[in-house]
């Protein structure tokens, strides 16, 4: 496949509801979006899932921009043979910039699948029509505004529900929302690295609320940390920031530091890197689950597919479209008994609605050939 063009495109969406974790609060997405057109005239979109400011990892989307329009557009553009087997390959110059690269495959993946009619789903391997949704609430300004948050998303049928905690905002969250629950609900929290080794006594007080797992209490590169912590309390382990590849997750597995882990196809450069994640885990019965980086449709699409493969056994943070965009960039996702349907059509099987990315548009589209 030759790479005819790429258009860069910044929009800014509003959340329908402010998103806070242990990093602060996020009104508004910041989206950059990868174009490409083939030479035969194919389309491929991808969406960069990078945070505004380098919070919840080093990478940042005015970075990504810059990395994606110097680095990997031009090496893109300068082949004739590219395909998303052979991106690692051809980007593998630039270090890390995993979020960067994963905006790029996405696009050239989606580009190379919409050529030859196949969907996301049946290339990546998915084994169903439909993915079990679960739901990442934010902090809240109280445990009252907490429980309304969680009755609404029960009501609408997620089965599972997240919590947002950090020092000061868990026993008592978590406690009233397991009683909110009842004892058979799935229930799980996230700390985004708010905690230290000093808390593990602390931590240790959750297992009293039968959770599915404790997400990424401590800082990233504390992978012993979370081996220390995971032999002393019962509550599983997962991590999310800390696994940057798959053989970051091997190891991590085989350090018992983790014994669930979070799939971000942005965090780890990629979907075809997902799925060699997805292959560690269920080679070693460890539960894995698709986690979520607010996308818009787009990206949804893509992790839903992906969600669908056999290893994913826990509920995702794939999340309908009404919990993040009072309008999504693509037709919206609508859950139907707590799951989502895995588009079938070519490629992400998704059309981005180009009225609004005109519309949302931040700055005018860098065009690059
Ligand atoms: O840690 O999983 C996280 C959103 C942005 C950045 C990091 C995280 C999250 C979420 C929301 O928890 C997941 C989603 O619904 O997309
Ligand atoms: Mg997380």
Redesign the pocket.
């Known amino acids: 496949m030759k790479i005819e063009r790429v258009t860069l495109h910044r929009l800014a969406m509003p959340l329908v509801r402010p ?1 806070e ?1 242990s ?1 602060g609060i ?1 009104t508004e997405r910041d989206v950059l979006l990868v174009h490409l057109v083939t030479s035969d005239g194919v389309e491929g979109w991808g969406e960069c ?1 990078a ?1 505004a400011d380098p919070v ?1 990892s080093s990478e940042y989307v005015s970075g990504c921009e810059y990395v994606i329009e110097n680095y990997l557009v031009p090496a893109i553009l300068a082949g004739p043979d590219v395909s998303a087997e052979t991106l690692d390959a051809r980007l593998g110059f630039v270090v890390g910039n995993r979020m960067a690269k994963a905006a790029v495959e996405a696009a050239v993946l989606d580009a190379q699948l919409r050529a030859s009619g196949i969907s996301f789903g049946s290339y990546l391997g998915a084994v169903r029509d439909e993915v079990d949704c679960g ?2 609430v934010g902090i809240a300004p109280s445990i009252d505004e907490l429980l309304d948050e969680v009755s609404g998303y029960v009501s609408e049928g997620y089965r599972r529900i ?1 919590l ?1 905690i950090r020092p000061g905002w868990d026993l008592e969250p978590v406690g009233a929302v397991r009683a909110l629950l009842g004892d058979a609900a799935l229930l799980q929290v ?1 700390a ?1 690295t708010a905690y230290t080794r000093e808390d593990i006594d602390h931590l240790r007080e959750l297992d009293q609320f039968g959770l599915v797992l404790i ?2 209490p401590f800082v990233e590169d504390d992978i012993a940390g979370h081996a220390i912590l995971a032999a002393a309390i019962d509550t599983p382990v997962c991590l ?2 800390s696994i940057t590849s798959a053989d970051i997750a091997r190891d991590a597995i085989e350090r018992d530091a983790t014994s669930i882990i ?1 799939v ?1 196809p942005g965090r780890v450069g990629g979907y075809l890197e997902s799925v060699r994640i997805h292959d560690v885990c269920a080679e070693r019965d460890v539960a894995a689950w698709v ?5 818009t449709g787009l990206g949804r699409a893509a992790n839903v597919a992906l969600a669908a493969l056999p290893g994913f056994t826990l509920p995702g ?3 309908a479209s009404r ?2 965009y009072a309008e999504d960039l693509t037709e919206p996702f609508e859950l139907v008994d707590g799951r989502l349907r895995v588009p079938t059509g070519p490629g992400t099987g998704v059309a981005v609605r180009p009225e609004l990315v005109a519309s949302w548009a931040t700055r005018r589209p860098l065009l690059l050939h």
């Open positions: 998103f974790t990093f996020q899932v945070g919840y739901v990442s997240k947002k996230d985004n997400e990424q999310d920031e979070n971000k986690g979520g980086m607010l996308e943070d794939t999340s919990r993040y």
